[in-house]
């Protein structure tokens, strides 16, 4: 099992309900299952329910700014980088200062010390615009539901969406922390974020894949295959990243405070979508959409992963980002999309995505 795939599965993970169980002709909400009792080399974060257990790890990664790889190897249950034995060794001490000096609060994290380096620094690092911000008066800020509706207008998606699938040609670099940059270009065919066609090129090799709904295949040296779902949830995070509608289902808006984004004054609206919290970030001059933050809550407090959005361009009726930039979802460090060509299409040959001839019985696993 490559990490890749493994990081895959976690996503996946995090991705899924929890389950309900019947009892007595109710549903009731199944007992979470905790990580010690799941897997096999979890020594402090046993109890911690599985669901929270990979946020955590998701908030370690934000904290130190690298991914998995910095303190595991596969398979995940060795002990043999010295970073893993030193991590528990912080874990324990955070627990033990809130512990000993906030009656339990947690009070403490990793990113108190950190801020996004594995290394904290013991110097002060002076800022002169800390101290002017103290003194700044800031106006009311704008309305965040007037925000969003202006970025409706100025983009045009709400209206387009529905009747256009979408061509996109990008190259994609991809930043690690323990590896030197990647890169590798990909052409995506979009009927839907669960119906599509992807084909990814790199220096090493070529690879397609297809998604049609809850099936899917890829074809690499070996043939066409069926891939498992963990596979399929990891490749289709390509294909939302280009989604349309990105604030179609975003309620509860409220602006927060003026910030930077890209380098430019943003206004910061907090949100409710599909129930999770982000914070939305848009441009003052512009009123396009800068950068969506969305949390997850860990053990020691939100994680987060950020989508930035930049370059927009016209594209038929519509206006749409040609740099996409995502970082740090759950340690997968820093990629970077940047678009050649965006076109709409009206109708697609449906038997794009259909499933290809000659296709092996057994899929391909991400364990």
């Not at 980088?81 to 324990?92: F, G």
């Not at 950190?114 to 003194?135: K, N, Q, V, Y």
């Not at 979408?166 to 190259?171: A, D, F, G, I, L």
């Not at 992963?305 to 927009?312: A, G, L, N, Q």
């Amino acid at each position: 099992m490559t990490l890749e795939r493994a990081v895959s599965g976690f996503l996946l993970l995090l991705s899924l309900p929890s389950g309900i169980v019947a009892a007595q002709g109710t549903t009731q909400p199944e007992k979470p299952k905790l990580a010690g009792n799941i897997f096999k080399n979890v020594q402090v974060l046993k109890d911690l329910p599985e669901q929270q257990f990979w946020e955590t790890m998701s908030f370690f990664t934000d904290s130190l700014g690298v991914n998995c790889e910095r303190c595991h190897e596969t398979p995940f249950e060795a002990d043999k980088k010295p970073e893993k034995i030193k991590a528990r060794q912080m874990i324990r001490m955070v627990l033990d200062l809130n512990a000993r000096y906030f009656d339990g609060t947690r009070k403490v994290t990793c990113n108190s010390c950190h801020r996004g380096t594995t290394i904290p620094l013991d110097e002060p690092s002076l800022d002169a615009h800390r101290w002017m911000d103290f003194g700044r008066a800031e106006g009311p800020l704008p309305d965040g539901a007037a925000l969003i509706a202006r970025y409706k207008r100025l983009t045009g998606v709400s209206a387009a969406a529905a009747l256009h699938a979408e061509r996109v040609s990008y190259e994609m670099t991809i930043y690690l922390s323990e590896a030197s940059p990647r890169r590798q270009n990909t052409e995506l065919t979009i009927a839907a974020p669960d119906r599509f066609r992807m084909s990814t090129r790199n220096d090493a090799s070529t690879r397609e894949w297809i998604r049609d709904g809850a099936t899917g295949w890829t074809h690499d040296a070996d043939g066409w295959q069926a891939v498992d779902g963990s596979k399929m949830f990891d490749i289709s995070s390509e294909a939302s990243s280009f989604k349309w509608e990105n604030l179609k289902d975003v309620t509860d808006p409220k602006s927060l405070k003026m910030d930077m984004a890209r380098g430019r004054q943003a206004t910061v609206v907090e949100a409710r979508d599909h129930g999770e919290r982000v914070w939305l970030y848009f441009d003052n001059k512009t009123g396009l959409l800068l950068r969506r933050r969305a949390f997850s809550p860990s053990y020691f407090a939100d994680s987060c992963w950020d989508i930035e959005y930049d370059d927009y361009r016209r594209v038929g009726p519509v206006v749409l980002p040609y740099l996409v930039q995502i970082l740090n979802p759950s340690g997968n460090g820093l990629t970077i999309r940047k678009v050649k060509e965006r076109a709409l299409v009206r109708n697609l040959d449906a038997r794009l995505f259909a499933k290809p001839d000659g296709v092996a019985q057994n899929p391909v696993r991400s364990e």
